[in-house]
């Protein structure tokens, strides 16, 4: 807004956030737990319901069907990050599936 911005280091792991106040001038560094599992926390909380889904006979929160097209999203970011190109999805993930096919034969992205 006109009042403030928040704002912090993209890709830095600081573990703050930082809020300035445009009125007053003061900035307000304010602490943001960071998880140790590489993953943001996200780690536990797939690994519980794996685990609940095994004992219970329960289908777990995601499927493979919608875990799949998501991490291929993800990768081909880090592919268009990594080379500095645009990175056609479709094909992109053409590449992940021949490669998981064929790892011989594959790309070497997945």
């Known amino acids: 807004g006109t009042k403030g911005s928040a704002f912090g280091m993209l890709g830095a792991l600081e573990g703050e956030l930082h809020h300035a106040d445009h009125v007053t001038g003061k900035v307000r560094r304010i602490p943001i737990p960071t998880a140790t599992d590489g993953h943001g926390g996200g780690e536990r909380p797939l690994f519980e319901d794996v685990l609940h889904a095994l004992r219970t006979g329960a289908p777990p929160r995601t499927s493979i069907a919608a875990a799949v097209p998501s991490h291929v999203l993800a990768y081909a970011a880090m592919e268009a990050a990594a080379t500095g190109t645009t990175v056609d999805v479709g094909a ?18 997945a």
């Open 92 to 109: 992109f993930a053409g590449d992940v599936w021949a490669s998981l096919s064929d790892p011989a034969g594959g790309t070497g992205r």
